[in-house]
């Protein structure tokens, strides 16, 4: 598609309960990223995917936190048992690895979590 | 472990006055640098660039950004804010291939 696609883009849920978050990369993007942005927190990096590469998932909060990637394209972050310090909106982005491209990254609008 | 630091949460000017954002990171390795931006109610985007060659980078809507090694700096720089420039800034370090992101800078003009 033209951008990153996000979905939902607002998910309202209650503590304990899993929630999945949808991101639609840009078709040819083999990175993809996860973040995390609260007030006052800025963007916290969550999980970065590179092609086939096992992907660097040294910013997870804990292991509540889990995100996949098929077929190098589509990704889903998974939250296990939400609590409520888990609000916040989830951004993803992605890009390309090469060139003068590389690192520059094409953020979706979000996808705002609130846990009540 | 990569960090980035910007000095000033929430900046407030007048329109005309000069702006500078400070930015710095901590990373041992070749660095690529970026300052984003993110206007209200809008996605994230991309303000400026650092890859090498000049450390002198000029971006959109007159920004830039100068990259002192030696002070592990990239400060963001623009002469004369308009009201439009309202909008929170973020300084980001490419470390080892991740991206990594400053706290985020809200800047406010008033008109």
């Known amino acids: 598609g033209a951008g990153v696609s996000q979905s939902p883009s607002n998910k309202v849920t209650e503590k304990g309960k899993d929630v999945e978050l949808r991101c639609d990369p840009i078709?040819?993007?083999?990175?993809l990223y996860w973040y995390r942005q609260s007030l006052g927190q800025g963007l916290e990096f969550l999980i970065y995917?590179?092609?086939?590469?096992?992907?660097?998932k040294s910013g997870l909060p804990s292991d509540r936190f889990s995100a996949e990637r098929t077929g190098g394209s589509v990704s889903t972050l998974t939250i296990q048992r939400t609590q409520q310090e888990d609000s916040a909106v989830y951004l993803c982005?992605?890009?390309?690895?090469?060139?003068?491209?590389?690192?520059?990254?094409?953020f979706g609008a979000g996808s705002r979590l609130t846990v009540l | 472990a990569q960090s980035v630091s910007q000095h000033n949460h929430h900046v407030i000017l007048s329109e005309a006055a000069s702006l500078e954002l400070g930015c710095n990171y901590s990373?041992?390795?070749?660095?690529?640098l970026f300052w984003y931006v993110q206007y209200p109610g809008q996605h994230l985007q991309l303000l400026l660039k650092?890859?090498?060659?000049?450390?002198l980078v000029k971006g959109i809507k007159g920004f830039e950004a100068e990259f002192i090694k030696s002070k592990f700096s990239f400060n963001l720089r623009k002469p004369s804010v308009q009201w439009s420039d309202t909008a929170e800034y973020f300084c980001?370090?490419?470390?080892?291939?991740?991206?990594?992101f400053g706290q985020g800078t809200e800047l406010s003009v008033k008109p």
């Open positions: 982005a992605s890009s390309t690895q090469a060139g003068s491209g590389a690192n520059v990254l094409t």
């Open positions: 990373y041992g390795g070749t660095v690529n």
């Open positions: 650092y890859f090498s060659g000049d450390p």
């Open positions: 980001a370090v490419n470390a080892g291939g991740k991206l990594i």
């Open positions: 078709s040819g993007h083999t990175a």
């Open positions: 995917f590179q092609g086939n590469s096992a992907p660097d």
